[in-house]
């Protein structure tokens, strides 16, 4: 639940074409859970991409049109590699669900396989970005800048306005739902075994701030004084790929801790549903599978 929150506020915090990839999951993520009819919607992925982009940088028609083609060879790659990869793990996550094999180590594994295929993917986003980026001219990048920073500002001002009460009621609240998304309606044991597994973690909230912070300044460096062409994709590439590097110490190292507590409460929640809970998560798990080996189908 905190990796998708955490996705979520970059989603809205980032420059627009490290955006590009993680819509693609995000979106894909959407349109199965919703259920909607998966060809039509990853078909038009290019254009509603293209749209965001131009939300937060206003392009030329040429731009629009290159970045689209760009985007559509991308969307293509995926539907044939990343997307059948995306659902073999979940069906592999389905199996041992079904069979009660869930343990902490396992969804640590499951974790870091999940990040592996998202960095592969984004290594492909690399060259798009490179090129949109020293396309733009003074004036969109500066107009940019401006969009990220009212963005930052009402997010800061989010957080702020939060007590520490508020966040822990909303994500109590977040969790619960997320679970029953795919168990159904949670026993009173199972909720508290949720809301006191969050309690125990610790909020990086100040952290991730701080990190985003530094990300941004780093990133707009790069975009605003661009080194020589090998020195600027290998930048973008820790920038866009590996952005935990900029992690500091003390903030990795809650995520870390945090990520441990989560594991281990869902696989204590894992362990212990009813056979009905544990059919229905099964069944969820293949459903989106079978959604996504779909979309491998389509042309």
């Not at 998966?38 to 509603?48: E, G, K, P, V, W």
């Not at 080996?293 to 389509?298: G, P, R, Y």
Request: proline share 3%.
């Amino acid at each position: 639940m905190q990796i998708v929150d955490r996705t979520l506020q970059l989603f809205r915090t980032v420059c627009s074409t490290a955006c590009v990839w993680r819509i693609l999951y995000i979106a894909t993520v959407l349109l199965v859970v919703a259920g909607c009819s998966t060809r039509f919607i990853y078909n038009q992925l290019d254009s509603f991409i293209v749209w965001k982009v131009d939300d937060y940088v206003p392009l030329t028609s040429p731009q629009k049109a290159e970045l689209k083609l760009q985007v559509s060879e991308q969307l293509e790659a995926a539907r044939q590699d990343d997307l059948p990869r995306l659902a073999a793990l979940l069906d592999e996550f389905a199996e041992e669900v079904e069979s009660g094999a869930v343990t902490q180590a396992s969804l640590d594994e499951g974790f870091v396989q999940m990040i592996a295929l998202i960095d592969e993917s984004m290594l492909g986003i690399v060259p798009v970005a490179e090129w949109l980026l020293l396309d733009l001219s003074e004036e969109q990048v500066a107009e940019m800048f401006e969009n990220f920073e009212e963005l930052n500002q009402e997010m800061y001002e989010d957080y702020s306005g939060e007590t520490a009460e508020e966040r822990r009621e909303n994500r109590n609240a977040s969790a619960i739902k997320a679970a029953q998304r795919f168990t159904g309606r949670l026993t009173g044991e199972q909720k508290q075994l949720i809301t006191d597994s969050l309690a125990s973690m610790e909020d990086a909230s100040e952290q991730w701030i701080e990190y985003q912070r530094e990300w941004q300044r780093r990133f707009r460096d790069l975009v605003e004084n661009p080194p020589p062409s090998a020195e600027f994709r290998q930048e973008l590439t820790q920038l866009l790929v590996y952005p935990r590097s900029f992690h500091s110490a003390e903030y990795r190292a809650i995520v870390d801790s945090n990520r441990q507590i989560a594991n281990a409460m869902m696989a204590e929640l894992i362990t212990g549903l009813s056979d009905r809970q544990r059919a229905r998560a099964v069944d969820k798990l293949r459903g989106y599978s079978d959604l996504l080996k779909k979309l491998t189908e389509a042309a």
